[in-house]
Structures are given as structure tokens and as C-alpha cells.
């Protein structure tokens, strides 16, 4: 394997040492023997694909999408005012992924800005090529400047809507896209097929350079600063401060379906969607499919995915389409309302818009009307395998803290920190998987706790803030029933938390307010249609609970708190017992 210029601290993008060379020369041989008896065979298997290619054409529908993404800077203006942002292809938001079920997927990213990069597939399985999986330090070494990545991935039984998005600092504020996943050839989606399928993204921008918000925070130990608008499609819609702007406008035609897949790529928080004089049909969460119903107003946590139906039931005008956030504690975010239109087609330009209100920002209610809605399609073909038992479960609060930091003057000696069971998650300078895959001892221990060190009333205001550090993981046996409960905590604030598991679609079995009461909350448990999904938010002053099989052997899968709780240092992992497919053999990249 070719040396690499060294990236301080980080096996992945360094000479692999004498250890781990050992153990990846079976696997390079074995490759090379691979790579020489498919020489070898190839005339025959070539008669053979052609064959079944023409008798069998519904066993080749599987295809190789091929991606390239070249991270680069690009000026682009929002409220008036232009700036660089790192982009892919110099795009905001990025380019779609397009395949279809069961396809593989190769993307090359390519670095040419003066970060490290990485590239997330936010929802893909990725059953056993956890190598592909994208975040930084946890599955990999990210990419430096100057040099590229292939991901290598197959879309297992999956199909819908998810994202990708920058796994490392705060790039993916601007380095995010969709991936659109449209079932195999000849299959039907479970609802009516739309007239056209839109991507709308969701997103947050900033008038400062966004890793220069995140590094004044961390330096100073306060919060970092709130976006200054939210986006829809890249773009903010007319604000006071820049009446002049546009914004994103979708055409349609009176009687037509439209399929709306719609993202939220935005870092901290929950949004609101809503189309003035328009009911949304939703059927689809997380590229899971849903019991169809109607509504007028969604809510999207981040990274968090939605298929709603929209009929073009008027007969002309232009309607006011709005995102805002939900935000139901006291807690600072972006109270600026980003907009667009509905424009259906043979209305004038300057033709008036009819307007609707945004949901009020701690509207409880309308964003519970919603979850609450969401059930598994559960059908024969698309059934809901609830796991009925349990294995193993784990009672995990989620919430910040408060520690010592000398350095940190503006936050008077202290840094708002999060965490999971009280500890705070210290990112290593070597990729878990590699470490877990070779073997390589010191890079983290597997006694993250399975519950709190020490009960507490959890909402409530407790009188310890402070956190313990480490770089801790929770070992889960490969094909077990695994129970997690989400609780969040009064420490500081009660909040509302966006939890992702990586590797992992899960069934939200049940939440509530308050404190989780293991011994009365279960009884209230869906284990018939439970709504499937990969992320989900910790309602503020509550709990949810979701349960899954560890079904995807050796990955490296961690419950995540994204945005700011991220950022602010919590990223607690799950290790499943069996093996990782082997790494790719040039899975350092050469220069």
C-alpha cells in the first residue's frame, strides 16, 4: 500500500504500521487471486450475462451508478451579501444521487478545498461496508486537501428519499444534497404515481463563514451563534433586511400529483413545512414507507426525511410555501421564516400570493399532530418486523453539561458540553472501525455505560452539571433484539435532541413527557405498525423509545446527536459483535 503524507495522529491517511500491514497482506493476496481467476473466467462469464441479460432481463436490473464529487469553494449571495462556501460541484445544495434499489454505488470525492472532508450517506445501510460510511474519526480518516476517496456502497433493499451530507466540523451547512432511491424496474410505489417528483431541501444559512461560528464556540465554551436564515432549495425567499431576493418557486399544472421529497439538511433544528391551501398526503419517512394520511403541516427533524403527495387542486394563483422552526424550550435558534411559492402554471408573475401563517414556534401541538400520525405502511409486501423481545436495552440521557476549561474566557472558566450517561465524547485521532477491525488497543473501551451512572429526576434542574470525557463505545451481540430508550434531561435546559443511528433503520415504539417509567411506559408500547426510521427527535422534557435487530455484522454504528450536540463534543458508538467485511484493499488513497 502506497505511503501517504501523513495526517497528524490518523491511521487512515498514514503509513499503516507494521501491525496492521500484516494482517491486510492475506487479505491483499486473496484479492490478487481474486482479481486473477475473474481474468480468467471472464470470456465465459460474458457468454453467460449475455445469455441471461436476453432470457432473463429482470435478473440484471441492478446497474453501477457512478459519481463524481468535487468539493470546492463557490461565491454565493444570500441576504444581499455574497461569500465563499465549500461546496460539491459548486453547487447549493448539491448535486441529487440518483439510483435505484439494489444498485451499487460508486462516489469519488475529490478535495480541493483547505479542510478535511468527509461524505456521509445519511440512512444507507451499508451492510458490512461500514469503510463507506463517512463520518470522520469514526469509520474513517477524512480526506485531506489535495487528495480523493472512493465510497463503495449497495443499496440493499432500500428505496425513498435520504441524504448525504460533510461528516467532519460544520461543513455540511453548505456540503449537503439528496439521494434519491426509486424502487426496481416494474415495480409500483405503494401509493399513486405522482405526475413529477420535486427534492426540496431545508436548510440553515449563515452570513459568517460557518466554521468560524463553530470554532468561536468551542474556544469561547458558549453556544455557538444561531443561523441568520433559514432556506428553501439554497435560497431564503424575500427577507426585510434583502426584500429584493428571490426565492425558490415550484411550477405545477391544475389536476396534477406532485411527489414532494423533502430534507432537512439544516444542523440544529426542526422545521415546520407547510403550502398555503394545500393538503400534504404523506407516505413515506426515511426512505420507509408510511400509512398514507393528510395534513396541512409537517415536521422535520434534521437529517430527517419526508415523501408527501401534493395535488395541484386550485385552478391558478401562486401559494405561499413556508419552513420555520419548532422549538418548544427556551432556547435560542433562528426565528427567521424562509419561503417560496407554489406557481401554478398560466398565472402572471406579478399575480398576488396567497399567504398562510407559520405554525407558532413552541407549537407542541401541531408538531405532535404529526408524529403522532406516523404508522409503518405494514403491508404484506412491505411488512413491519417489530422485534416483539428484547436482548439487550440500554437507557441512554441525552442532555448537555457544564466543564472546567481554563482557556475559555468568555464562558468564565467553563464550556457547555453534551452528553450521553454523562459522558462526553472525545473524538479519537484513529478511525473506531480501523481500531475495532485491527485490533489496535488505546483508541477507545467498551464500558460506555447501559444506563446513568446515577438516577436522577432527569427533567428536573440537578445539581451536578458537570461530565466525565471519553471515547467509550457499547458492544451489541450480532442478530440481537436491542431496546433503546432516549431520555432527555432538565441539565441546564430541556431540549429537543435529533438522534440518528447509523447502519440502522429502527421502530419508534412509544414517548411520552416526563421521566420514562420502565415498568408502566411498555404497556403503551406499538408493537403492531410503529413508524420505521433512522432518526428521530428526544422530545424536549420527554423520552422515546425505539427498538431494532443487530442485524448489520460489524458495523460500527453510533446514536448520534446531531447539530450542536454534536459539535459540542457527544458521539457515543455501538459495536456490533461479528465481522466487517475486509477493509478495501487502496483504501488509503494514493496522491
Keep these: 500500500m502506497a505511503a501517504m503524507t501523513p495526517l497528524k495522529g490518523c491511521v487512515g491517511w498514514s503509513v499503516i504500521h507494521s501491525e496492521q500491514a500484516r494482517r491486510i497482506e492475506p487479505i491483499k493476496a486473496e484479492r490478487e487471486k481474486q482479481i486473477k481467476r475473474k481474468k480468467e473466467m471472464k470470456c465465459s462469464w460474458v457468454h453467460l450475462l449475455v445469455l441471461v441479460a436476453c432470457l432473463l432481463p429482470a435478473l440484471v436490473e441492478c446497474r453501477v451508478r457512478k459519481y463524481t464529487f468535487n468539493v470546492v469553494l463557490k461565491n454565493t449571495s444570500n441576504l444581499c451579501a455574497s461569500k465563499p462556501i465549500v461546496t460539491v460541484n459548486g453547487l447549493f445544495p448539491g448535486p441529487t444521487l440518483y439510483a435505484r434499489e439494489d444498485d451499487t454505488v460508486l462516489v469519488r470525492v475529490i478535495n480541493q478545498v483547505k479542510y478535511n472532508v468527509s461524505i456521509h450517506w445519511h440512512g444507507v445501510r451499508q451492510l458490512r461496508t461500514g469503510w463507506s460510511d463517512g463520518p470522520a474519526y469514526i469509520t474513517q480518516c477524512p480526506i485531506p486537501t489535495g487528495q480523493s476517496f472512493l465510497y463503495n456502497f449497495t443499496l440493499t433493499g432500500q428505496r425513498g428519499t435520504l441524504l448525504w451530507h460533510a461528516h467532519i466540523l460544520w461543513l455540511r451547512a453548505t456540503v449537503h444534497g439528496a439521494i434519491v432511491i426509486l424502487p426496481k424496474k416494474g415495480v409500483p410505489y405503494p401509493f399513486p404515481k405522482p405526475h413529477k417528483e420535486v427534492v426540496v431541501i431545508l436548510a440553515e444559512w449563515w452570513k459568517s463563514d460557518v466554521e468560524a461560528v463553530i470554532n468561536e464556540a468551542l474556544s469561547s465554551g458558549l453556544a455557538p451563534n444561531v443561523s441568520d436564515a433559514h432556506t428553501i432549495n439554497g435560497h431564503p425567499g424575500p427577507v426585510s433586511s434583502c426584500p429584493s431576493q428571490g426565492g425558490f418557486s415550484l411550477r405545477v399544472e391544475p389536476g396534477k400529483t406532485y411527489l414532494l421529497r423533502i430534507i432537512n439538511a439544516a444542523l440544529n433544528e426542526e422545521l415546520f413545512f407547510k403550502i398555503a391551501g394545500h393538503q400534504l398526503t404523506v407516505v413515506e419517512v426515511d426512505a420507509l414507507y408510511t400509512k398514507p394520511f393528510k ?33 418548544d424550550s427556551p432556547i435560542a435558534v433562528d426565528n427567521l421564516t424562509a419561503t417560496a411559492t407554489l406557481h401554478y402554471s398560466g398565472t402572471l408573475a406579478s399575480s398576488p400570493t396567497t399567504l398562510t401563517n407559520p405554525p407558532p414556534q413552541n407549537a407542541t401541538a401541531v408538531a405532535n399532530k404529526f408524529t403522532d400520525s406516523l404508522r409503518s405502511l405494514n403491508s404484506k409486501k412491505y411488512p413491519a418486523k417489530v422485534p416483539l423481545t428484547v436482548d439487550q436495552s440500554l437507557f441512554i440521557t441525552v442532555g448537555l453539561g457544564i466543564n472546567p476549561c481554563a482557556t475559555c474566557a468568555a464562558g468564565n472558566g467553563s464550556r457547555a458540553v453534551a452528553s450521553m450517561n454523562n459522558v462526553t465524547f472525545v473524538m479519537p485521532t484513529t ?6 477491525y485491527f485490533n489496535i488497543s488505546g483508541v477507545y473501551t467498551t464500558d460506555f ?19 466525565t470525557n ?23 435546559a430541556n431540549e429537543n435532541h435529533p438522534i440518528h443511528l447509523h447502519g440502522f433503520n429502527f421502530f419508534a415504539v412509544g414517548k411520552g413527557l416526563g421521566n420514562y417509567n420502565p415498568k408502566t411506559d411498555p404497556q403503551n408500547f406499538n408493537l403492531v405498525d410503529p413508524v420505521e426510521r433512522n432518526t428521530i427527535g428526544v422530545p424536549s422534557g420527554g423520552w422515546v423509545a425505539f427498538r431494532f435487530l443487530a442485524d448489520n455484522p460489524g458495523s460500527l454504528v453510533h446514536a448520534l446527536p446531531l447539530g450542536s450536540a454534536h459539535n459540542l463534543g457527544t458521539e457515543d458508538g455501538i459495536l456490533s459483535g461479528k465481522r466487517q467485511r475486509p477493509q478495501p484493499v487502496g483504501y488509503t488513497p494514493s496522491k
Design 295 to 327: 395534513i396541512d403541516t409537517l415536521v422535520i427533524a434534521p437529517g430527517q426525511t419526508t415523501n408527501a403527495l401534493i395535488t395541484a387542486d386550485q385552478n391558478s394563483g401562486k401559494y405561499l410555501m413556508t419552513t420555520s422552526p419548532f422549538m
Design 431 to 436: 478511525a473506531l472501525l480501523q481500531a475495532h
Design 449 to 467: 455505560p447501559a444506563k446513568p451512572p446515577v438516577a436522577f429526576n432527569y427533567t428536573g434542574s440537578p445539581k451536578n452539571l458537570q461530565t
Design 470 to 492: 471519553g471515547t467509550k463505545v457499547y458492544r451489541l451481540s450480532y442478530n440481537s433484539k436491542v431496546q433503546v430508550v432516549l431520555q432527555d434531561t432538565g441539565i441546564i
